[in-house]
């Protein structure tokens, strides 16, 4: 891997500034830099050369870290230009150049909210490699989920009521992102968005909603068992929420399993008692 000499990268990012308002040839530009750092010795472990391996520079961190300094006045000045050059990064699968565009998204003034979430709804497909999926739904929503929150929780809302368990499974991923963003203080408006999966979702999504469920109680115990209570309250006994929250039972705190448990049906399986991986 070539050595990264920080004075001349910068140089090199400085250049790629005049390229800024032409997107495809920012895009080609980035694209030879990425190459000139990339590690032409890697190679994959046998299990992974059989896998379908997403097309990758392998590039040390700093030279993302070093870009995205680089992009983010850019992006606040000229926010129309950003945009076009996210369009343009995002259309090469490597993922270190969909990577930049997520960060864009996600360092777009509010201004462009709109553009902004055209483009998530566009480019998080359910069929994309979850690799793109995490990076667009972490990277691409920052500032949305600080300055727009009702926005995004809108857009996860559509995917979550889709009747595709493809869609759902996008909705489930982007709320366990948000869930486990600690600057995300506002978790009561997170809790309605489950109910619906909770209730009904097939069995398919039941381990991403696990997910879900475990980290909203890491994040805030005392709401998340509230809100448990609530739901197990009123639930049938073969109603997805009593199974997932048998299997998460062992996980949680002594004193929260003590409340739960009167609410779960004693009519599920054994294998429903064993928590989840």
């Known amino acids: 891997m070539p050595a990264v000499q920080l004075t001349r990268l910068r140089t090199q990012l ?13 895009a ?3 694209r030879g830099l990425f190459e000139e750092y990339s590690d032409l010795t890697y190679r994959p472990s046998p299990a992974l050369q059989s896998a ?12 993302l870290q070093q870009l ?9 000045e000229n926010p129309s230009a950003a945009l076009a050059v996210a369009d343009a990064l995002w259309r090469d699968d490597h993922i270190e150049m969909r990577r930049s565009a997520a960060y864009i998204l996600g360092q777009t003034p509010t201004s462009h909210l709109n553009e902004v ?10 069929q994309e490699a ?9 990277l691409g929503s920052q500032r949305l989920r600080r300055e727009a929150p009702k926005a995004y929780l809108n857009l996860i809302y559509t995917w979550l009521e889709d009747p595709a368990p493809a869609a759902k499974s996008l909705g489930l991923l982007a709320l366990h992102g948000l869930v486990q963003d600690i600057s995300f203080e506002n978790l009561p408006l997170l809790y309605p968005l489950l109910t619906s999966p909770l209730q009904k979702a097939p069995n398919a999504l039941h381990a991403e909603l696990q997910q879900v469920v475990k980290a909203l109680m890491h994040r805030s115990p005392n709401e998340t068992t509230f809100y448990l209570r609530q739901v197990l309250g009123t639930a049938s006994a073969d109603s997805p929420v009593q199974r997932i929250v048998r299997r998460l039972l062992p996980t949680f705190s002594p004193e929260t399993q003590e409340k739960l448990r009167p609410l779960l049906h004693s ?4 294998a429903d008692e064993l928590p989840s991986a």
Do not use: G, K, M
Not at 117 to 126: A, G, K, M, V
């Open 14 to 26: 400085q250049d790629l500034r005049w390229h800024f308002t032409q997107p495809e040839a920012y």
């Open 28 to 30: 080609a530009a980035l």
């Open 52 to 63: 379908n391996i997403l097309p990758s520079f392998h590039i040390p961190p700093v030279i």
């Open 68 to 76: 995205e300094l680089s992009l983010f006045p850019l992006i606040q």
């Open 117 to 126: 979430l055209n483009r998530l709804t566009l480019w998080c497909r359910p």
């Open 130 to 138: 979850r690799t793109y999926l995490e990076a667009l739904l972490t």
């Open 267 to 270: 009519s599920l399986s054994a």
